[in-house]
């Protein structure tokens, strides 16, 4: 079983910065990506940025505003998430894409963080 614990959601005025941190631990034997997806309220979840290997994929909506970088060595991803704007408002939950030592790969999600950008 692989645990995802996120971290750094809060109120930010619109223009502010966040960073989130999302820590894998577990039965882990390779993370072969990592990422993050939201979902504002009434709407479905979507994916904001995620990364494997050396390449990163980013929403178009938060080009140039956010970036996603790993530390393998923690199992942990970031989202360093700058000029903030009011439709940024949503649950922000952690993904990873875990192969297990006797398992193929499998989808794992955190419980999600609040991040609420105000105007």
């Known amino acids: 079983q692989v645990q995802l614990v996120e971290s750094g959601g809060g109120l930010v005025q619109a223009g502010g910065s966040l960073r989130l941190s999302c820590a894998a631990s577990?039965?882990?034997?390779?993370?072969?990506?990592m990422g993050w997806y939201r979902q504002a309220q009434g709407k479905q979840r979507e994916l904001v940025a995620t990364t494997s290997g050396a390449r990163a994929n980013y929403d178009d909506s938060v080009k140039g505003r956010f970036t996603i970088s790993r530390d393998n060595a923690k199992n942990t991803v970031y989202l360093q998430m700058n000029s903030l704007k009011p439709e940024d408002t949503a649950v922000y939950y952690c993904y990873a894409r875990v192969q297990g030592f006797d398992t193929s790969d499998m989808n794992y999600w955190g419980k999600g963080t609040l991040v609420t950008v105000s105007s």
């Open positions: 577990g039965s882990i034997f390779r993370l072969n990506a």
